[in-house]
């Protein structure tokens, strides 16, 4: 799942916990799914240094992405 | 001698014995090209020959020599005095011929010279001149023997006022537009929150230095990853077209940037290149142009989803600010945390509501679904990204289950709840603040 992706559920949860007519175990895995999403979210907000890598191509055309050695 | 006619005014007139005297072909050292041809064939008299009208070629009907040779020693001559060079005049009959050869007339006063620009020699002219066009054109003076004409072999070109850039630029530009490339329809949103961004670029250049500092700056957990391309010069457009299909075929990217730090117009060309708009035009990838300084706008820039006016700038519009995002994070926590509250206030009033109106036996009924509803408020609690408890933090709470969050709402001897990550102890206040002295205290702490 994608910080994007994250963000995006976020909202849709957000958007359903509003509405009043949810029983409460619905409103509870509502909660339970969003902490999930954040979880994964600050998980990706963790990193501190942006890695600087590099695309390459073997003969056959398979992607690796490598260090970019400075 | 040779040393005779060396440097003489190319516009002295040569005698046909001249031309085929036994010197030295007239021919400047700096002169690339070697003057064998077909003339130099007719071998040249023995030096010590008497000068005998038989011999000389050319001297007599005898000895008179070829249309070819004639025509192949004029150009040898005239190749050996002209170096390269540039000559300045009006463009007139120009016509391009299907082998890609171009042909055209220089004219200035009642003077004219006919020109061509070979098809592998236009590769530096950026746009085929229009009849009128005032033009400098760079080439070598020599002699088309097939027609015996003095013709100017062309391979640069430089019109007043850019014009030739301005229409090699025009006219991409039309075959884009005409191809639907260029419309803003087709341009799609950059995502917001990327994980990873590709550039493509020269793997020396600043422009990537820069990319890499901007995000290590906003963004850190974006990943930026390098697709090194050629970015000037004239194996540019090929490289460029190149990264943009490795891009496209990995799709590990969700954006890439395609540009360079700023230069001459010359450096800046292959981002007009047609090949390359048409592939970055056609990139699944959002993508961001971001060639040279703020005012240089290439055939790129028109066909990506966005301008960026430098790299920098590109990678401030590709990646959001960090600190930014950990707080929208943040924010949801508190929704969430506060709406999933809300659920379950709402279901306790409405149990109440029901209880209030019912009769003892169906009361203990309602109580189980009481109790479920503490179960669920518990258990959001225990999850609550808010309470942070595993941190050691604890919230407080008055016996009706309110969240204590001024130490000034407490009494003495008031009873609270204190709820730990793995359970709830009750506690009695001992000592409150007296109303005057007292920090604002923070909340939930006692």
Redo the contacts between chains.
Sequence with gaps: MTFEKSMARLEAIAARLEDEELDLDGALALFEEGIAELRAASAFLATAETRLKQLNESANGVFKVTDLRA | MSGRRRGGPPSQSLGELELFAPAAPPRRAESPRTPSRSARQVPPPEPREPYVEEVVPGASPAAAVSVMALTATARDVLEGAFLPLWVRGEVSDFKAHRNGHWYFCLRDGDAQIRCVAWSRDRRRIPAPPDDGMQIAAFGQLTVYPARGEMQFSVSRMEAEGDGLYRKALELTRARLEADGLLDPRRKRAI?????RI?VITS?DGAA?RDI?AV??RRC?????????AAVQGESAPESLCYALD??A??R?A?IVIIGRGGGAREDLWAFNDERVARALAECPIPSISAVGHEIDMSICDLVADLRAPTPSAAAEAAVPV?AE??E??RE??N???G??A???A??RVAVDAVAQRMPAAVVRQIDRRRI??ES?AG??NA?S?LATLERGYTITRSREGKTVRSVRTLERGAELDLVFRDGVAGVTVERVPTPSSGSPASEGES
Excluded: K, N, S
């Design positions: 995502p917001r929150y990327p994980r590709a793997r990537l890499h995000v290590q850190p957990a974006v990943q930026v990853v390098l697709v090194p490795q891009v075929r990995w590990g969700d960090q995002l950990r929208r994070v949801y926590a929704v969430l945390a709406l999933t809300d659920q379950v709402h279901a479920d509803i669920v258990r959001l999850m990204p």
